[in-house]
């Protein structure tokens, strides 16, 4: 596959512009209309969204105010909601590392078809819908699920996993998995086997091969791994509804309600904004890493 | 390739860590034999009574048609709108080639619960809420950037030689295209399809904010049954769209190879 993109590679590269800017201008319209009435256009106007006003009756007005951003600001509802989103999510993004990191490091050292049908095991649950998997997690989680039954019969008495924070970041956690195994595994590529042999002939133990040697070296790929996780963390909500019943109040099933239940369009707009802030935030947080690792 | 061998350890960790991510999955296939009526594990009792029930819910299976119909259509609307745009960017590199295709990937990057807001609101106006043709456009915002990355990625990777020679000797612009680039670049199309139905498929977060009493996919309506009641019956759905979702990754595996599809 490498050869034959070398071998097309000079040849692509050679101008062959004059060809027709009608003919390009035809074929790319439709993805272009597409693009400008689905995504360019509603973006745009949620930004607008966030400054109309709401009257106390709950009807919008197209009547531009700050009250909206006041009303975040002031009430210490969303800054709870927002600190409470940003730190559950980043322990959900630790706890993903290291359950995906062993799975990632021994898919890298296997080889043939059994790498196949492990990666095959590793993308399948992606493809499965997140409801399918969240309500597996309930059949595991709920109290007369596996867990608690399993307890029950060894005469121990049953905790509660769902309906609270403790469902939902376990439930995330596997969700995202799959998301952090794939990122961990674009960025192994830089693991020489040849190096962790020589530390280990040299007489280093494996857990300081590990240390000195695995670790840094995949940390490129762990950085991209967490800010994925983080990312999909903060902005998924099918999982904390379903797992947290509506006692887990985090932003992303917070702009759902204010949009579907409450319809207050202004007030998730403004929410979605901070959401894109936080996201900001996170891959300025990830450069910064990048080049420090770098 | 790799001569370093495995640790016991590692294997172990890896194992366990394989169950935990596999658990929600494997968990379902005994549920959905359960005899009971409500959702408990193990079941109580065992029976086959689910699967029929799914057939017997109306609500549940003009869902599944709804989600089927909406998947083809995106599917084919995918490729029919991205294969030529993927074509134009790599082969006529029009002026702004690369700032277009991220443009047209950009949506990917927005988090669907944003992105699911932004076009409620749009589409509310044009009276396209709960519609099958809003849900049609809904979906293609998503699948269209993963279709146009992965066609753009085939046709990159093909050897210009063979076109220029068809070309030379005498064949039109559209005859290379159908006989030559198209019959050339066979698994980036398989793996277009089966990615754009999946992602369509599976899609919930955008069809939550567009359907409406009216119209539901199925992933919507198992949203909305385990949010009232979690018996067996959506386990039962669950095995049979995890094993229709299997039988799609077969394919794709067995024509064009899984790694090189799913991960660039």
């Known amino acids: ?294 | 390739m790799d001569e370093r061998p495995v640790s016991l350890t590692l294997k172990l960790l890896a194992l366990a860590m394989f169950v935990f991510l596999l658990a929600p999955l494997i968990v379902v296939v005994p549920i959905s034999f359960s005899g009971d009526a409500y959702m408990t594990f193990p079941p109580t009792s065992w029976s086959l009574k689910w699967y029929p029930a799914i057939f017997k819910d109306g609500t549940m299976t003009a869902a599944f048609w709804t989600s089927i119909v909406l998947a083809c259509v995106v599917t084919a609307l995918s490729l029919l709108i991205a294969l030529p745009a993927a074509w134009c960017l790599v082969r006529l590199k029009p002026r702004g080639a690369e700032v277009m295709s991220s443009l047209f990937t950009a949506p990917l990057l927005l988090p669907t619960i944003v992105l699911g807001l932004a076009i409620l609101i749009v589409f509310a106006r044009f009276g396209l809420l709960a519609t099958f043709p809003g849900l049609v456009a809904a979906h293609l915002i998503v699948t269209l950037p993963y279709a146009l990355r992965v066609l753009a990625t085939a046709l990159a990777t093909l050897p210009l030689a063979v076109e220029e020679a068809a070309a030379t000797l005498g064949a039109s612009p559209l005859t290379v295209f159908r006989r030559i680039t198209l019959p050339m670049m066979k698994s980036g199309l398989i793996g277009t399809t089966a990615l754009c139905f999946l992602v369509s498929f599976d899609e919930v977060v955008l069809s939550l904010f567009m359907t409406g009493p009216r119209i539901q996919t199925l992933p919507v309506a198992m949203y909305h049954h385990v949010e009232q009641q979690a018996d067996p019956l959506v386990a039962a759905l669950s095995v049979l769209l995890v094993v229709l979702t299997l039988l799609v990754v077969l394919v794709v595996d067995r024509t064009s190879g899984l790694a090189k599809t799913f991960v660039k």
């Not at chain 1, 800054?79 to 959900?92: P, Q, R």
């Not at chain 1, 403790?166 to 961990?184: H, R, S």
């Not at chain 1, 040849?194 to 280990?200: D, F, H, L, P, V």
């Not at chain 1, 670790?215 to 904390?240: D, K, Q």
Request: hydrophobic content about 55%; proline content about 5%; overall charge positive.
């Open chain 1, 1 to 294: 596959m490498s050869a034959a993109a070398g071998l097309a590679a000079p040849i692509a590269s050679a101008p062959k512009r004059g060809s027709g800017f009608g003919l390009a201008v035809a074929l790319l319209a439709p993805i272009a209309l597409v693009n400008a009435a689905g995504f360019l256009l509603p973006v745009l106007n949620l930004a607008r969204m966030s400054f109309y006003e709401v009257e106390p009756t709950g009807t919008m007005r197209e009547v531009y105010t700050l009250a909206t951003w006041a009303k975040l600001i002031t009430d210490s509802f969303y800054g709870e909601l927002l600190l409470n989103s940003i730190t559950v999510s980043l322990g959900i993004t630790l706890l993903t590392l290291l359950c995906s990191y062993p799975i990632a490091l021994y898919l890298h050292r296997s080889s043939g078809t059994w790498k196949t049908i492990l990666l095959v095991l590793v993308i399948s649950p992606l493809l499965t819908s997140a409801v399918v998997r969240t309500y597996g997690w309930i059949a595991i989680l709920s109290d007369s699920g596996l867990v608690n039954n399993g307890l029950a019969a060894l005469g121990l008495a049953r905790i509660r996993l769902m309906f609270n924070q403790i469902g939902v970041t376990i439930g995330l956690t596997e969700i995202l998995m799959p998301y952090m195994i794939l990122a961990l595994l674009a960025g192994f590529g830089r693991l020489d086997p040849r190096i962790e042999e020589a530390a280990s002939t040299l007489g280093a133990p494996p857990f300081t091969v590990f240390r000195r040697i695995i670790l840094p070296l995949t940390l490129p790929g762990i950085a991209l791994g967490c800010l994925l996780c983080f990312v999909l963390a903060v902005s998924s909500f099918i999982t904390p509804k379903l797992l947290g019943g509506g006692r887990v109040f985090l932003l992303a099933t917070e702009i759902y309600d204010q949009a579907i239940v409450t319809l207050n369009w202004p007030l998730a707009a403004t929410l979605s904004l901070i959401v894109l802030g936080v996201f900001g935030g996170a891959l300025v947080l990830y450069t910064r890493a990048l080049r420090a690792i770098m």
